[in-house]
């Protein structure tokens, strides 16, 4: 099995780009906690939800608008950036506002668009589906492994179980990890409740934390952990995000975690 990083790989951001001045207030302050500290930092945010749960809820400033956002922030900050993409042709169009590429879990098997990511030669996190087991996310790494993708990480966000409900089985980490690449525990989209709230889907960031500390104490190289200074206000997932103000207790307490494990 591949040895820990030194670093938590810290994946962190609103849900979706809202304004200029909202994005770089969250981007600022992630800085500032994280400064100092063993932590590869990314932000994350995107320019289009295109799976919601309703086709009138908000998805975002739309690809062009997002790059710029994006390139702004990661020009302003020195900070590393990742986002989602849908489709193969998106791929080389993100490519120099970002760091990482990101595959929607619901995506995570197309083979086109993983392709397409790893040819940018940035590193590409694929977010297992809600769908995939844990020892299914080897066929995803092999694809990956024939392009020039400069790193691959691998994101748990929950399996399905039932209707409207998803479980984390921690057993899973190992798993993913004995295939040679970085595993992230996503603590916010694996407290969701999918279409829980019939037009859209529901949740509760009270777990968040507790999905976070137990994946990086079953041996997670990192979290994703959406964040925004006033989750019940976000346009997107704001049932799951956690407040900006409560990142730094969090991030302490798996830190801490992680180095026992290191």
């Not at 994280?34 to 309703?54: C, H, I, M, Q, W």
């Amino acid at each position: 099995m591949k040895s820990k990083k030194k670093k938590l790989v810290v994946i962190a951001g609103p849900c979706v780009l809202e304004g200029l001045k909202e994005t770089e207030r969250i981007a600022e302050t992630l800085m500032e906690i994280t400064e100092g500290l063993p932590v590869d930092l990314y932000f994350k945010a995107s320019f289009d939800k295109a799976n919601r749960t309703s086709g009138a809820s908000y998805r975002g400033p739309g690809i062009k608008k997002g790059i710029e956002m994006l390139r702004k922030i990661k020009s302003k900050y020195g900070i590393k950036t990742t986002t989602d993409i849908h489709l193969p042709e998106q791929a080389d169009m993100v490519r120099d506002a970002v760091d990482m590429i990101q595959i929607p879990a619901f995506l995570c098997r197309q083979t086109d668009l993983l392709i397409a990511a790893g040819k940018t030669k940035r590193s590409v996190n694929v977010k297992k589906g809600q769908f995939l087991s844990p020892a299914e996310t080897k066929n995803i790494i092999e694809k990956l492994k024939h392009t020039p993708a400069s790193g691959i990480m691998i994101t748990e966000r929950g399996t399905t179980f039932g209707y409207n409900r998803l479980v984390v089985d921690m057993t899973g980490i190992p798993v993913m990890r004995s295939f040679g690449v970085p595993v992230i525990i996503d603590a916010t989209h694996s407290v969701q409740q999918p279409g829980g709230g019939g037009t859209k889907t529901t949740g509760n960031r009270d777990f968040a934390p507790v999905i976070a500390r137990a994946g990086i104490a079953a041996g997670a190289d990192g979290i994703f952990m959406e964040v925004h200074p006033q989750p019940d206000r976000s346009p997107s997932d704001a049932a799951n995000i956690v407040s900006l103000r409560e990142f730094p207790k969090i991030l302490k307490i798996l830190l801490e975690i992680f180095r026992l494990l290191d």
